[in-house]
């Protein structure tokens, strides 16, 4: 089921990375955005949006990885916030409860303006 994975990312302002998410999220996909995203936040970003609108798929192991950079955020005191979250992975997020957990906001532009660091 994998499309190739890209992240495209920006660095809008010190210490905050925004990454476009392109591509299926899934078991092959997965060591690769894990790899991505904890670089990035081990390069001096530890507060990341990850803009999911050209996200098609995601399983459990996407999810997983999700997490992961959630709490590598975390631990670098930065915060990890979703952005345009489609309705299935919405939905997954809401049935494991992780949308308790992370901001979800319908853009990104919404997520900067809240301010990652806050989140």
């Given at each position: ?94 049935l494991t409860g992780v949308d308790t957990l992370l901001p979800v906001h ?14």
């Amino acid at each position: 089921m994998t499309d190739d994975l890209r992240l495209t990312v920006q660095h809008p302002r010190p210490g905050l990375a925004v990454a476009a998410v392109t591509g299926a999220l899934d078991l092959q996909a997965a060591p690769t955005l894990r790899s991505q995203v904890l670089e990035i936040v081990r390069r001096g970003h530890p507060h990341l949006i990850l803009d999911l609108d050209q996200v098609g798929f995601c399983d459990s192991t996407g999810l997983s990885v999700i997490i992961e950079a959630w709490h590598a955020a975390r631990e670098a005191g930065g915060s990890l916030a979703l952005a345009h979250v489609p309705g299935r992975l919405m939905r997954m997020l809401t049935l494991t409860g992780v949308d308790t957990l992370l901001p979800v906001h319908a853009t990104t532009a919404d997520a900067m303006g809240r301010g990652a660091e806050t989140a």
